[in-house]
Every structure is written in structure tokens, then in C-alpha cells.
T-cell receptor
């Protein structure tokens, strides 16, 4: 069965610091992977998606970037965090499976 | 206008009530529709998905799609306290499995 792992689960970072969130999937190969962000009390906003290694599509211009160095690894990064980057970040495989999420607070 | 609009709630109902959760969408290119349940501080879990207009039933849950009016609904029968969560509607089909979500409805079922 497919499983999605995300870490860290919780992160508190100062404004201007870098960010790296990692997502790995098990039980599948060549998955379509997605990064979503959920602001408090809001729905999910698609940030990036990837259909294969090194293939990244950005949905929303912003302070973040994504990479896919391996088939089942998807990374979300930032060089300098903004207050507005706070939120709940979710990695998804296809439309069915979501990871447990990373709650990011930027202070 | 957002592509997917969801009744924001919150909803509070007694145990055993029938719950109706509703979304509308504006993009005619959407081909499939999903309902997710999200418990506090957890990732969403897929409840139901539908591709065509009509009803789809799974236990106490019924998903309804009306493509002519661009309206989707989720009905929960005999609601339980364990159904208390945020419910998200999502629509997709434009490309690569990308989904557009409504803002979510917080449901509380009290004993």
C-alpha cells in the first residue's frame, strides 16, 4: 500500500531563514507528487507538482521552490522565509493520498 | 471568483442528524470531484470521488454531482461524533491530477 512520509511535523523558523521540507512516498513508482499549502481556516492551495525526476511545475509565484531529486522524494525549499509562508504544508501522491503535513510557523 | 466555492459553515448538528455539505464550481473543464475529511492537525483523507452527474453512495455517505448547475454535495446520514472534522471538496481533470479545493466546512456533531 502507498504511504507518504513528511518531516518535520512541526517547525518554527525566524523570518529570513531557509527552509527545507521533505516528502517521501512508498509503495509506488513514478508517482505524480504535489505540494499544497493550507492557511488557517482555509482550503488547500496547490503550490507545485511533479510528474517525474527533475520535473517541477509551479502553480503560484512565490517565495518557495521545489525539487525532485529522486523518484519518490519531493522537497519544498525557501532561501528566505516570509511571515506569509506560515501554514500547513501537505505533500500528496495523486489525488487520493495525502501525507501527515508539516505545520510551519514563521516568526 | 474562486473556481470552487464551499459553504464555509461552521455546522453544528446533533448526533443522528443528516448533514448536507455543498460546493459550487465555475470551471466547466473539471471532470471529477472529490470529498475529503480532515481531522484537526492531520492530512486530508479521501472519502469519495465521482466522475459523472448523479449520486454515489458509500455507507452513510452520498456524493451528488449536478454538472448542469455546477453543484456538488456530500450527505452524511446518521451523523456520529466521530464525523466531526473539516470537510473539503475538490475538483480536478484539467491536467496532471491537479486539484482545486473549496475552503472547507467545519462540522461538529454533538452527542
Amino acid at each position: 500500500s502507498q504511504t507518504i512520509h513528511q518531516w518535520p511535523a512541526t517547525l518554527v523558523q525566524p523570518v529570513g531563514s531557509p527552509l527545507s521540507l521533505e516528502c517521501t512516498v512508498e509503495g509506488t513508482s513514478n508517482p505524480n507528487l504535489y505540494w499544497y499549502r493550507q492557511a488557517a481556516g482555509r482550503g488547500l492551495q496547490l503550490l507545485f507538482y511533479s510528474v517525474g525526476i527533475g520535473q517541477i511545475s509551479s502553480e503560484v509565484p512565490q517565495n518557495l521552490s521545489a525539487s525532485r531529486p529522486q523518484d519518490r522524494q519531493f522537497i519544498l525549499s525557501s532561501k528566505k522565509l516570509l511571515l506569509s509562508d506560515s501554514g500547513f504544508y501537505l505533500c500528496a501522491f495523486g489525488t487520493q493520498y495525502f501525507g501527515p503535513g508539516t505545520r510551519l510557523t514563521v516568526l | 471568483q474562486k473556481e470552487v466555492e464551499q459553504d464555509p459553515g461552521p455546522l453544528s448538528v446533533p448526533e443522528g442528524a443528516i448533514v448536507s455539505l455543498n460546493c459550487t464550481y465555475s470551471n466547466s473543464a473539471f471532470q471529477y470531484f472529490m470529498w475529503y475529511r480532515q481531522y484537526s492537525r492531520k492530512g486530508p483523507e479521501l472519502l469519495m470521488y465521482t466522475y459523472s452527474s448523479g449520486n454515489k453512495e458509500d455507507g452513510r455517505f452520498t456524493a451528488q454531482v449536478d454538472k448542469s448547475s455546477k453543484y456538488i454535495s456530500l450527505f452524511i446520514r446518521d451523523s456520529q461524533p466521530s464525523d466531526s472534522a473539516t470537510y473539503l471538496c475538490g475538483a480536478g481533470g484539467t491536467s496532471y491530477g491537479k486539484l482545486t479545493f473549496g475552503q472547507g466546512t467545519i462540522l461538529t456533531v454533538h452527542p
